[in-house]
């Protein structure tokens, strides 16, 4: 028998109605959870107004070190409160390639000391002065911002309402812990010793997934604690399994996450695991520490809240200190441990949902995604040209690309473009039409979208030049021959320095370099035109071929030029990456076709010197 979906969520809310009625203290505590939840959730969403600059270009500069990626996410947690945001933004900026694998745990261990920050602020101020007070006008301001129209206005309310929902929350849950005193006291049902550690442990990471946030788990153990609710080594069993306890919570997020966000998931749990075994293990070890740290801090025996803060702290830290050494072969086990599956053609590699609200890293991923689309345009009109596949990847001499073979093919471009293109490039565009962007990054999303088609035109024109250079390769008239031969050898040379390039722009070579490239295969592409350098006149002049063979190799030059055009530039729209290519740059690359050749034979002869060699 199978039970209703809706009947669990039904009974957990009826009892938990029957339970606010039997006890309106009990009532104020999950008030105040459910306020502190949703100042959270406000907070987030008002950072997220300010991930698509600022927040995205720091990440991008702040974890090309690994002490730089610690520094980051602690910080970045510290400042946010919200290690959540945090992880879905270095997930985002993973996925799209824009930072290893090795920085994004880097982040993630940085983050997990960030959530002390948290313990810190409420043991220190949220239970020692009336922070209700300032969540009334906090809230006033905020909400009168979040109706503005401009998007960080709007991002700034939800941050101070998100923050007013917070402080109305500590107060009534600490309202709520203090009421208790007079009607129940929790502390009798404390367990001492080891059982009490591994209870109260789980007791913690079982909150800690009901509420999706080790930050509320906390909260309602140092106000608990601050009421004398709960004894000290309890709590300190509670903190440590909400620590363990975010792992499941991101576990959970990363079941419809790529494989990326899968494996930096697998990161998160092998250090709140070993964290989380580190303080059961050393309990001892860390209450001494404790003890010797609160005496350099100046903090009372009896203010066990801010010795809860310490503690977590502590063990976080070490954590980090303990782990760090182990980043190169937790990497190696995660890579190992955790392969992508392989991409069914109609399924994108890089872009997904998750990355929408980072336009830096959805935009990345895009260009990525089109750089995939670029390579089976790219072996579509390898085959219309009669290349076999794979065969322009292993040439070595340009002499091979004017070999014809004696069996001339004739794909089905329609049934490959239906496949192979279509699908990819309708999920782009749809995808583009939802990364929210503006300024800057709203032209580099055109740039993409007018690539994105560029891609499609070429293939358009491909099966267009088909018709006619099957016919005419084999020709009897040696003239009409040559020159679809020539047609054929110029795009095979092209495509041929397109891979090329493509494998220099993945291992990130010279920016610089690879444009002047590109601007050389478009200058040879204008200079073999032939209706513009008056190879066809000639042709029709000496009567080497007639007005219809002229008409046909007059539209399949124009197919041929259209082909190359349209792959060039997508190659420079997504080839070179973003933030290297500027305005300035591209001025100063505007070259006479002599000149490009000149600085090109300049760094071919620097690359083979010997004396660059040694230096």
Known sequence: MRLPPHLPLTLALGLLAWAFWASPTLTEIAAGIALFLFGMM?????????????????????????????????VATTLTQSSSLVSVITISFLSAGLMTLPQGIGVIFGANLGTTSGAWLIAGLGLKINVSAYAMPLLTFGVILIFNKAKPMKGLGYVLAGIGF????????????????????????????????????????????????????????????????????????????ANVGTTITALLG?????????????????????????????????????????????IRDDNHTMRLALFH???????????????????????????????????????????????AAALEASRKELVRLFG???????????????????????????????????????????????????????????VPVQGKRAQQLVMLRVANQQLVEAVKHAKHLQKNLVRYLNAANPHLRQEYRQIRSRLGKLLHGLERLSNRSEDGDDVEEMSLLLDDMGNDLEQHDIVNNGRLDELIRNRQINAEQATSLMNDNGYAYRIGKNLLAVAR?????????????????TLQPEEIRAVLGDLAAREHSPEEGRS
């Open 376 to 434: 089976r345009a790219y072996d579509l009109t390898a085959q219309v040209l009669n290349y076999e596949p794979g065969q322009l990847r292993r040439i070595e001499s340009s002499s091979e690309l004017d070999v014809v073979p004696e069996r001339i093919l004739n794909p089905d471009v329609d049934e490959l473009y239906r496949r192979k293109v279509k699908p990819l490039h309708g999920l782009i565009l749809d995808y583009l039409a939802r």
């Open 166 to 241: 917070l402080f109305l929350g500590i107060h009534f849950m600490k309202e709520g812990f203090e009421a208790y005193q007079d009607t129940l006291d929790l502390s009798q049902f404390a367990v001492a010793g080891l059982a009490g550690l591994l209870l109260y442990t789980l007791i913690g990471m079982i909150a800690t997934v009901i509420m999706q946030s080790s930050h509320a788990s906390l909260v309602l153990t140092i106000t608990a604690l601050a009421a004398g609710q709960i004894t000290y080594e309890n709590a300190l069993a509670l903190s440590i399994g």
């Open 573 to 589: 729209g997504t080839f070179l990456p973003f933030e290297e290519l500027d305005t300035e740059l591209q001025e100063e690359l």
């Open 254 to 298: 990363a079941v419809g996450a790529n494989i990326e966000g899968r494996r930096l998931a697998g990161a998160h749990l092998v250090f709140n695991v070993v964290t989380g075994a580190i303080a059961l293990i050393f309990i001892q070890v860390f209450l001494v520490a404790v003890e010797v740290g609160s005496g350099w801090l100046g």
């Open 313 to 359: 702290t502590l063990f976080n830290l070490t954590g980090i200190v303990v782990m760090v050494p182990f980043i190169p072969r937790l990497v190696h086990l995660l890579e190992t441990r955790l392969k992508p599956k392989p991409v069914k053609l109609d399924s994108p590699k890089f872009i997904n949902d998750n990355m929408l609200e980072m336009p």
């Open 42 to 74: 406000s907070l987030e969403q008002g950072f997220k107004a300010f991930t698509g600059g600022a927040l995205e270009k720091l990440l991008k500069r702040s974890t090309d070190r690994l002490w730089k990626s610690l520094s980051f996410g602690a």
